[in-house]
Structure formats: C-alpha cells, structure tokens
C-alpha cells in the first residue's frame, strides 16, 4: 500500500513539473533553457508527449467535453467509435492508415456532435443568419468526414494496386514481347 502512495507521489511530481514547463514555454519566445528542459523532460518519458499527440485520447476529451452531463451517452458514443475503429481494420492497417482511421474518428464525433447540436437550434424559432451559421457548421464537419474518408479509401487503393511486373523480351527479327506477372 505504501508503494502506491509513492507512486502517486512521483506522478503528481511530475505532472507539476510538466504543468510549470508547459506554462514557463506556452508563449511567443519562451526561454532556450526552458526549451531545453522541456525536451529533456520529454527524451526521459516519451508517454508525456505521446498522449498529447495521440487521437485516441483526444477522441476521449472530446467526449468528455461534448457529454460531460451524461455518461450514458458518452458511453454510447464511444462504443461506437471502438466499433468504428474496428470495422476499419485499425489494428491490422500501417501507421499512414491509422492516422487517417483516427482523424475518421474525431471528423465523425465533432459531425455527430454538430448534426445533434444543429438539429435542436433548427427546431427552435431562429434568424435566418442562424439558420444558415449552423448549416456552415455542418457543411464544413461533414466535407471533412467525407475527405478522411476517400484520403483512406485511396490510401488503402493505392496501397493494394501494386504494379504488375512487366518483362520486356527481344526476338530475333527486332520485335519485342512483353510478359507481364
């Protein structure tokens, strides 16, 4: 029990320590020996820096964000995206194919969010001007769902067609016969 509380104790050390760091280099020009020390902190525990680049975890705050009221929905929700990252064979695919399976991801939550969102403002009176923000809105989350989806879709094509092998042989007589495997 003991080495719990130890462990949590040089956890929050270091958050802390990542807390102050992060506030000392958020800005225009932050100090070279800050910036040093960041990387540092960074080469010692590259988990500090991989979950902010990583969607899976951004995928959890926008869901932590947009339902912070029901956990019934948040837990619909990201069923669904677990289910999502399945069918489209997440763990089988290369890395380049992760990435665009993630930003799949996060499109398809901020235009599930926004088509919910749009659809309760629309039902109420609205201006026009409102009518027609909302649906910018979702023009935009649906035209970036749609460009995740075929930069996979030709990503995965591309990467399936690869080009036949193509043998160029000369006969006697000057003529050629191509043989292609």
Request: net charge neutral.
């Given at each position: 029990?003991?080495?719990?509380?130890?462990?949590?104790?040089?956890?929050?050390?270091?958050?802390?320590?990542?807390s102050?760091?992060?506030?000392?280099?958020?800005?225009?020009?932050?100090k070279?020996?800050?910036?040093?020390?960041?990387?540092?902190?960074?080469?010692?525990?590259?988990?500090?820096?991989?979950?902010?680049?990583?969607?899976?975890?951004?995928?959890?705050?926008?869901?932590h964000?947009?339902?912070s009221?029901?956990?019934?929905?948040?837990?619909?929700?990201?069923?669904?995206?677990?289910?999502?990252r399945?069918?489209l064979?997440?763990?089988e695919?290369?890395?380049?194919?992760?990435?665009?399976?993630?930003?799949?991801?996060?499109?398809?939550?901020?235009l599930?969010?926004?088509?919910i969102?749009?659809?309760?403002?629309?039902?109420?009176?609205?201006?026009?001007?409102?009518?027609?923000y909302w649906?910018?809105?979702?023009t935009?989350?649906?035209?970036?769902?749609?460009?995740?989806?075929?930069?996979?879709?030709?990503?995965r094509k591309?990467?399936?067609?690869?080009?036949?092998?193509?043998?160029n042989?000369?006969?006697?007589?000057?003529?050629?016969?191509?043989?292609?495997?």
């Open positions: 029990m003991g080495e719990q509380i130890e462990v949590k104790a040089v956890g929050m050390d270091k958050y802390q320590k990542l102050e760091l992060v506030k000392n280099t958020h800005k225009d020009k932050p070279p020996d800050d910036l040093a020390e960041l990387r540092r902190f960074f080469d010692e525990d590259p988990e500090l820096w991989r979950t902010t680049g990583n969607m899976t975890r951004t995928l959890d705050h926008l869901l964000t947009y339902y009221q029901s956990a019934y929905l948040r837990e619909c929700v990201s069923r669904r995206l677990r289910e999502m399945e069918q064979g997440y763990e695919s290369p890395p380049l194919e992760r990435i665009l399976i993630e930003q799949i991801l996060v499109c398809w939550v901020n599930y969010v926004l088509e969102n749009s659809a309760t403002k629309l039902c109420e009176s609205h201006s026009t001007e409102t009518g027609l649906d910018r809105r979702l935009g989350a649906q035209r970036r769902f749609r460009r995740a989806s075929e930069s996979l879709a030709r990503i591309l990467s399936r067609n690869t080009p036949a092998l193509q043998f042989i000369a006969t006697s007589g000057g003529q050629q016969v191509n043989l292609t495997k």
